[in-house]
C-alpha cells in the first residue's frame, strides 16, 4: 500500500452526487425536517437541512431515487459533522455516518 500525499482522496469508499429530496427524523422525537441528500457513500451522506444538528444526534433518512424505479434508501445515521453554508445561512451541511439500513 502506498502513501497518500495531502491533497489525495482519504475515504473507504467513493461518494456519488445524489441532490435528491429527503425528510430526516429525529430518533425518539417526532420531530421531521425537510432537506437535499447532496452525496452518499457506503459509509455516509452529506446533507443540506433547515436546520442545525448536534454532534452524536441520531437521525432517520429517506432518500429516494430520481431515476425511475430505484429503491428507496432509508437508514439510522449518527451527525458527524454539522456547519453552517456559506451560500445560504438558513441552511447547514450535516455530514451523517450510515449505523443501520432500515427497510
Known sequence: MGV?????????FIRVKVDSPLPAQLF???VQT???CLNLSGGGMLLSLDQ?????QEIEVTVASKEGPSPTL???TRVVRSEP???QPNR???GV????ILD
Request: proline share 3%; glycine share 16%.
Open 92 to 94: 447547514h451541511r450535516i
Open 85 to 87: 453554508e456559506e451560500e
Open 52 to 56: 442545525a444538528l448536534p454532534l452524536g
Open 28 to 30: 425518539g422525537e417526532q
Open 74 to 76: 432509508r437508514a439510522r
Open 97 to 100: 455516518k450510515i449505523l443501520e
Open 34 to 36: 425537510q432537506g437535499m
Open 4 to 12: 497518500k500525499g495531502s491533497g489525495e482522496e482519504r475515504r473507504d
